[in-house]
């Protein structure tokens, strides 16, 4: 069965908020590119499935378990761009945050996701978008 790009992400999704952490990594690439930017409590690039999983640490470390309400999803091809809203609570502080949160997701030959890139301003989503996806981070 061949499924779109948007409904692989939808699925992705669901699977992490599921908790289902496995999932989300056997849909990326073991070259997976997670790109955050500057502003972000853990920037950086983090590459391979360990990258990945580092970043993902990181930040339940500091929010606790991470959930994401999808606002709205484009497809761009081999591309998605994903409106969200990343809702987490400490699980010692008790400190709740909700962000909203764009996300482009690139796909490669295999199907498999091989880059992330997280923004904060949807016109630097769309940016990126415009000159194509992973020439600008």
Same mark, same amino acid.
Do not use: C
């Given at each position: 069965?061949?499924?779109?790009?948007?409904?692989? &992400?939808?699925?992705?999704?669901? *699977?992490?908020?599921?908790?289902?952490?496995?999932?989300?990594?056997?849909?990326?690439?073991?070259?997976?590119?997670? &790109?955050?930017?500057?502003?972000?409590?853990?920037?950086?690039?983090?590459?391979?499935?360990?990258? !990945?999983?580092?970043?993902? *640490?990181?930040?339940?470390?500091?929010?606790? #378990?991470?959930?994401?309400?999808?606002?709205?999803?484009?497809? #761009?091809?081999?591309?998605?761009?994903?409106?969200?809203?990343?809702?987490?609570?400490?699980? @010692?502080?008790? &400190?709740?945050? @909700?962000?909203? !949160?764009?996300?482009?997701?690139?796909?490669? +030959?295999?199907r498999r996701c091989i880059r992330v890139q997280e923004f904060y +301003?949807? *016109? @630097?989503?769309?940016?990126?978008?415009?000159?194509?996806?992973?020439? *600008?981070?």
């Open positions: 069965m061949d499924r779109g790009y948007v409904q692989l &992400v939808k699925e992705g999704y669901q *699977a992490w908020n599921s908790g289902d952490r496995a999932w989300v990594l056997e849909h990326m690439s073991p070259e997976i590119e997670w &790109v955050t930017p500057p502003d972000d409590p853990d920037p950086g690039t983090f590459k391979g499935y360990e990258g !990945v999983e580092k970043f993902w *640490a990181n930040w339940r470390d500091l929010f606790g #378990l991470i959930r994401f309400d999808i606002e709205r999803m484009e497809d #761009l091809g081999d591309h998605v761009l994903v409106h969200a809203r990343r809702i987490a609570k400490g699980e @010692q502080s008790g &400190v709740e945050i @909700q962000e909203r !949160v764009f996300q482009l997701f690139t796909f490669g +030959e295999d +301003e949807r *016109a @630097q989503a769309e940016a990126i978008t415009r000159e194509g996806a992973g020439k *600008a981070d």
